[in-house]
């Protein structure tokens, strides 16, 4: 009876002569080539002779004397050069240090969450959103809520981060 377990026996693989097997082959053909390389490469003479004597090797150098005084000249435009190039910089800094005076905090209470989101974001500062109405609601729509305080007070300086207490729209302060 045939079953899944029980199959039919398969004929045993046919074994290959000695000569067509690699576990022959190659290494026999390595050995091979081996043996072949060197009656090859073999035919270098080595003996030593006393006429053969090496011959020195000539390095012929020339030196050339630089000029000192144009050598001083490209030093000095290149220390002029890279002195303009700083002075730039010190300029543009200071210009751009004049430009940035500190922002002052806009008052934003009684206004829409989202508008003062977008009014504290525009003047440069990062907002942390609170919500205060009761029973822990989180803040999703931003735009059904309202400003009730703000943290620190319009008109402060030299501040980078401002917190917004909101509540919802149908929710008093």
Partial sequence: MNNLYNSPTSPAPKQRAWYQKKRVLIPGGLVGLIILG???GGTEDTSSGTDAKPKPAVTVTETAAPDADKA???????NEE????????????EKSAEAEK??????VVGMNHAD?????????FMVDENSISPGNTFILLNSNWKVCSQNPAPGAT????????????????
């Avoid at 003062?116 to 440069?124: K, P, S």
């Fill in 116 to 124: 003062a989101m977008t009014v504290l974001h525009t003047a440069g």
């Fill in 38 to 40: 060197s009656a090859v």
């Fill in 102 to 107: 500190p922002a002052v905090v806009p008052n």
């Fill in 72 to 78: 001083l000249e490209d030093l000095q435009e290149t």
């Fill in 82 to 93: 890279a002195q303009d190039d700083l002075q730039e910089q010190i300029d543009k800094a």
């Fill in 158 to 173: 030299d501040v980078l981060r401002v917190t917004i207490n909101s509540v919802k729209l149908s929710e008093s302060c």
